[in-house]
């Protein structure tokens, strides 16, 4: 079995490459390390790397036919909300039109591939009232990047329905734990948290703190991913979360005890285009056998203790 993973470098796809080594797969990654970063693979000598931009169709269309993968994990993105407000044409070619011209690619040369998973977001739902998200639930897309990530699902369920493609979209929630690259301004904000209490910093709070999320510990996201890879299922959508709805100032106070710190914090505006709550229906995911292992405080327990770790290595 092979695999190709985009955006194998980043934080979620790093972690799915380890997964699938330790399964015996045999996994090529592209990555344009623009957020990402090779050491986060632990298995990097297994595993084939390309340095390279999803948008060079020429070299993505080259490296189908040469590598000819199983399984096709699309996780490359420019993943900030925030950062797509400010960027939303070049965060659209990425977010969308590269998972396009790889599913055109597909259909063109009919390339047999056994499960091709777009990394959606539950950025999708938006602001409607109905809570929690089940993926039948209405959507409305508030963001460039949630516009992208919802049209590049119907993109890739319509290629399956109409041209036999064994496709499936997952929609994350609030991913976090190790890996996650705090260097941005739009990172996300467990990583953000955690280089501020690491290091002393000010924490830049948009809003009031009672937006909520549904903030999921990256391990059980793996689990997901892997009982989807294993499963049947094509032509569908999965919610992946822990399903507990969190507000922002909860998890700071958590992480403070946790940390054993008290952060600094700033306060600002609101961000634009943001949802203001946020929390999973995962039943459809139970179904395929999921459980949440990580409840938030040992999740941020565990990802805290890591960075406690590898500064001390550093030093
Ligand atoms: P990340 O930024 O750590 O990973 C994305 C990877 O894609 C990075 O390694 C980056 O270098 C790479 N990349 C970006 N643009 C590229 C390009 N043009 N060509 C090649 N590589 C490129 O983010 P992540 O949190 O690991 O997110 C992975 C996927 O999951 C993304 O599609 C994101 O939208 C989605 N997602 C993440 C979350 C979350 O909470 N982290 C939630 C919902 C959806
Ligand atoms: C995150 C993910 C996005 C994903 C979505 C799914 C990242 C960068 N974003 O977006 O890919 O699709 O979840 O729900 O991984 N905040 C602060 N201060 C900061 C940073 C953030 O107050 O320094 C606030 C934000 O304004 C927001 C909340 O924290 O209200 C969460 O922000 P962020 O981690 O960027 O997550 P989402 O926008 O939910």
Redesign the pocket.
């Known amino acids: 079995m092979k695999a190709l993973v ?8 790093s972690h799915l490459v380890d997964h699938l080594v330790s399964q015996g797969v045999n996994v090529v990654v ?7 970063d090779l050491h986060n693979i632990k298995h990097q000598g297994e595993v084939t790397i390309y340095i ?4 060079n169709e020429k070299f993505m269309q080259q490296l189908l036919q040469e590598e000819r993968p199983d399984y096709i994990y ?6 900030s909300v925030a950062d797509s407000i400010e960027r939303p044409a070049e965060t659209h070619s ?2 969308q039109t ?1 998972v396009f011209n790889m599913l055109e690619y597909l259909r063109k040369a009919e390339l047999p591939i056994k499960k091709f998973l777009f ?5 999708v739902y938006g602001n409607l009232p109905e809570l929690p998200k089940t993926e039948g639930s209405r959507v409305d897309p508030l963001s460039p990047y949630a516009i992208d ?1 919802y049209a590049t699902e119907r993109f890739v369920l319509a290629y399956g329905d109409l041209y036999d493609l064994p496709t499936v979209c997952v ?6 734990g190790p890996g ?2 705090p260097s941005s301004p739009y990172s ?1 904000v467990l990583s953000i948290l955690t280089d501020c209490l690491q290091n002393n910093k000010l924490f830049t709070l948009y809003g009031d703190g009672k937006q909520t999320r549904d903030f999921v510990y990256v391990e059980d996201v793996i689990q997901a991913l892997w009982l989807i890879t294993k499963s049947k299922t094509s032509h569908e959508v999965f919610n992946i979360a822990n399903g507990n709805e969190t507000s922002l100032n909860s998890i700071i106070k958590m992480y403070e005890m946790v940390a054993g710190s008290k952060l600094k914090i700033k306060v600002s505006h609101g961000r634009e285009g943001e949802v203001k709550r946020s929390v999973a229906n995962i039943g459809k995911l139970v179904k395929l056998g999921y459980t949440a292992k990580w409840s938030l405080e040992a999740g941020l327990s565990k990802y805290w203790e890591g960075t406690q770790q590898s500064e001390a290595s550093r030093n």
């Open positions: 985009t955006g194998g470098a980043g934080f979620i796809g592209v990555d344009n390390l623009s957020m990402g390279e931009d999803v948008r699309f996780l490359a993105a420019v993943a990425v977010n590269a990394t959606s977001s539950a950025a990530k929609r994350f929630f609030n991913v976090y996650q690259n996300g």
